[in-house]
């Protein structure tokens, strides 16, 4: 009987005061990154742009509960940039939703269930480029 | 303005304002257990982050309890003049909040 509690608990998740347009709910409980990112995005499939998009993470990481991560890129007119960890039970980090004044440069710490990549996705100019950096990952954050 | 949960730094340079913010949130996914008990600690993330620099909306940040606990989130945009105010608030899923506001240095 106490077993059924906690489902319950987990799924009364709407906050009472929202401050913008809604949170991504279905995104959030995805467990896979494709799903996750075309949820989320609407799309699976972003060009790799490695040279234009960097991800600045640890090489290694010995706790990952806390793993640095600052993206950077020059791509112009910039929608969203949203960070995932592929290998966590939800790849979905946090999306940025943009405003033109911001610029392409955002820094965080994020939890990483395992060694993996840490995966940005840019939307600029109404398409999405991604790039990514893998950490090695000692001790996973319970993600 | 004293927020209990938000620390917020905003520096202008060269016509550039970097805004640094650490906020004390235990950000659970709702899928650990506590050690001694067993039983699912519950989920308690923060949802949303918004940033507004003179009344319009700067940045809207969508996150989860992949962001680490104690989330910190650092970001950059065009102007800004010493002096000006930036507000920073998030809400989480079980409906609390908090903001801060800043000047900026």
Partial sequence: MGALYPIAAISFLAPSVALSSGWPKEAFQATELSDAMQLLLGETSPTEQADRIRVEAPDLADDGAMVRVKVMTDLPDIDSLTIFSPKNPVPLIANFKFTSKVKGVIGTRIKMAATGDIVAVVKSGGKFYSGRKRVKVTLGGCA | ?105
């Fill in chain 2, 1 to 105: 303005m004293a927020s209990k949960s938000i620390k917020i730094r905003a520096k202008l340079k060269n016509g550039t304002t970097t805004i640094k913010a650490l906020i004390t949130h235990p950000m659970e996914s709702g899928r650990r257990k506590n050690k001694e008990t067993k039983e699912l600690i519950p989920a308690e993330f923060i949802q949303e982050v918004a940033c507004v620099y003179k009344g319009e909306t700067l940045l809207n940040v969508d996150c989860g309890a992949g962001l680490s606990m104690d989330p910190y989130v650092s970001f950059d945009f065009e102007g800004g003049a010493k002096g000006d105010q930036v507000k920073l608030s998030w809400v989480d899923n079980l409906g609390n909040s908090d903001s801060a506001e800043t000047k900026i240095r």
